[in-house]
């Protein structure tokens, strides 16, 4: 099979204490792609208002836009309030960039020097879906 991707992001300082990330990945693979090797979104690292792996395709694009506020800075760490918007979708057999099936959320998130974040994110398309919180932790060895 015959799989391709591609990722690029953004990191911009726009005032002292206020940062804007801007993420963007796709990817397509041939239509022989075993399903361990296909395109997930959903989760947080994805789309983070709906349940891990909820969609996949042989096709994926996916944008993010977050806004950080450091609000505490010191020696050891930092903390930042960020608000974000994913959007993206998985897809089969080629209906990627049809403008239907697109899925979104909206969330908040404290961050602390990039080692721990709390982020709670609504999925916006589906009002019953209730909103989704994760926690990640990140330890350097």
Not at 82 to 92: E, H, K, M, N, T
Request: glycine share 10%.
């Amino acid at each position: 099979f015959t799989r391709l991707f591609g990722r690029g992001a953004i990191w911009y300082d726009f005032a002292e204490r206020h940062h804007l990330l801007l993420r963007v990945f796709a990817g397509v693979a041939d239509n022989e792609v075993p399903p361990p090797k296909m395109f997930y979104l959903g989760g947080p690292a994805t789309l983070r208002g709906y349940r891990v792996k909820q969609f996949y395709g042989n096709e994926v694009v996916l944008a993010t836009v977050e806004y950080a506020i450091k609000f505490w800075e010191n020696a050891i760490t930092d903390a930042s309030l960020v608000a974000f918007y994913d959007v993206g979708r998985a897809s089969l057999n080629d209906e990627l960039w049809l403008l239907d099936g697109f899925r979104s959320d909206l969330g908040v998130a404290l961050d602390f020097g990039g080692g721990f974040r709390l982020a709670v994110a609504k999925a916006l398309e589906v009002g019953d879906i209730k909103p989704v919180v994760t926690v990640r932790v990140k330890a350097g060895l």
